[in-house]
Nanobody
């Protein structure tokens, strides 16, 4: 099992919601707590892109395409990163990954999100 374990993806209709989770299983808690973390996605035929990031302190940042719809959060005690996705659109269909921001860790397997129209 790798260091990053993503879960929570699935098939949902447009307008629906999903909550993704990512556990940084092997990371030392203090390192996680201090880290700037992010959610990325890769659609078929496209490059992986950063969609949301959250520092250890301060405000999260979002790609324009997901602003007002996605919310990133973290539970430092569980070394877990979350992504709440609302009002999903077909163009959100992608494999979603977590990593540090910038992405310095080996990638996990990701979790597939498919939004049907």
């Amino acid at each position: 099992q790798g260091q990053l374990v993503e879960s929570g993806g699935g098939l949902v209709q447009a307008g629906g919601s999903l909550r993704l989770s990512c556990r940084f299983s092997r990371m030392i808690t203090s390192v996680f707590n201090a880290g700037h973390m992010g959610w990325y996605r890769q659609a078929p035929g496209q490059q992986r892109e950063l969609v949301a990031s959250i520092p250890n302190r301060g405000a999260a940042k979002y790609a324009d395409s997901v602003k007002e719809r996605f919310t990133i959060s973290r539970d430092n005690s569980r070394k877990t990163l979350y992504l709440n996705m609302n009002n999903l659109k077909p163009e959100d269909t992608a494999v979603y990954y977590c990593n540090k921001d910038p992405d310095t860790l080996d990638w996990g397997q990701g979790t597939q999100v498919t939004v049907s129209s």
